[in-house]
């Protein structure tokens, strides 16, 4: 079974660029969330997807950013315009069931730099 | 505030002995405590979890947990350190019970360096 993935891997944009990050969750996962680790910081919850529906997206820093999950499958993650502090890792995961406390799967990251 | 406390940022062992790697919470109601680990080039990878039960857990790689109510921790260890067992170790708490507001607040991670 496929694991969490994430594209790009790695991203380097200019500040003011428009970045998109990619993240396919398991297949089946109806549960999808983003997190972001900032300069060695503690990772921090950004938005909860069910389906293709925004659960909670309390943790989204500003309007800079847009999430979306279209037909419930893959999500990306829009920041627009890029600024300095955008700079950090961009966890996504998934998990099966939000009320049975199902294992939330992590991949690998997106590396974003802002420059 | 909902927190999570990893004290070590960085902690190396020589292959072979025990770790214990330290968390504490602030949590208002009754959590969920896990135990990820990321290795170079890879995702977070799930230890071990609690839930209830026996406050002794016992995880993948030969990891275990306890989880102290009284002093609001929830301490990792392992009694022989193998060199693969190098990575960044993360805390993390979430909301117990049902509700569906599953987010996962996290520590600042602890470092293991291995030395052979």
């Known amino acids: 079974e496929a694991g969490v993935t994430q594209f790009p891997s790695h991203s380097v944009i ?20 983003w997190y972001r680790r900032v300069m060695g910081k503690e ?73 | 505030a909902q927190s999570v406390t990893q004290p070590d940022i960085h902690i190396t062992v020589s292959e072979g002995a025990s770790l214990e790697l330290r968390c504490n919470y602030s949590y208002g109601a009754t959590p969920y405590l896990f135990w990820y680990v990321q290795s170079p080039g890879q995702g977070l990878q799930l230890l071990l979890k609690y839930f209830s039960g026996d406050t002794l857990v016992q995880g993948i790689k030969g990891f275990e947990a306890e989880f102290k109510r009284s002093q ?30 599953n987010k996962l607040i996290f520590g600042a991670g602890t470092r293991l360096a291995v030395h052979p």
């Open chain 1, 43 to 115: 990772i921090k919850f950004l938005l909860h997807f069910v389906k293709e529906s925004k659960q909670d997206e309390s943790g989204m820093p500003n309007n800079r950013f847009l999430a979306e999950r279209t037909g419930g499958t893959y999500s990306t993650l829009k920041v627009q315009p890029a600024e300095l502090e955008d700079s950090g890792v961009y966890f996504c995961a998934s998990s099966q069931d939000s009320y049975g406390w199902y294992t939330q799967y992590f991949g690998p990251g997106t590396r974003l730099t802002v420059l």
């Open chain 2, 72 to 101: 609001s921790s929830f301490n990792l260890r392992k009694p022989s350190v193998h060199w693969s067992d190098a990575a960044e170790y993360f805390c993390a708490v979430g909301p117990g019970g049902s509700g569906g507001y």
């Open chain 1, 14 to 33: 200019e500040k003011g660029q428009t970045v998109t990050l990619r993240c396919d969750p398991i297949s089946g996962h109806d549960n999808l969330y």
